[in-house]
């Protein structure tokens, strides 16, 4: 592989900053979180997120504004909680912080939408949903 390629791709990023966390994207996280779930380490849950209501999604938006700037994000967001399961292949789960989870919502979409807006038509194999989805099998 060409290594230039990277140098220039790097160049290019330089000076690109991902905007601030607005509290739309906070309160979309918040809202598609899934209810009746085990929390992480923080005993946490999305239900506790939820009735707290717009103080928490602001407090959220304070927080993620400040992990973005630092570039430092809680440890404890990034432990899981890894409980076996006694059935018959011995499987386990991994309960996750639900902070953590909103935080990597509102990542993914910022990504999504920037992946979606980067990738040619060509590429359409990597998100196959609606239209992309019918084009390709027309």
Known sequence: MDESILDELHRTNESETMPDCEQDELREAIQNLKS???PGEDDI????IRA???PAVKAFHQLHNR???EEQCPEDWGKAVIV???CS???SISLLSVPG???SRVLQQRLKQYVESTLAEEQCGFELKGEQLIRSLS
């Open 89 to 91: 292949n011995y499987r």
């Open 67 to 69: 992990i973005y700037t």
């Open 36 to 38: 009746h779930k085990a």
């Open 45 to 48: 849950t999305p239900e506790m």
């Open 52 to 54: 707290a209501g717009e």
């Open 101 to 103: 989870k909103i935080l």
């Open 84 to 86: 076996p399961l006694h």
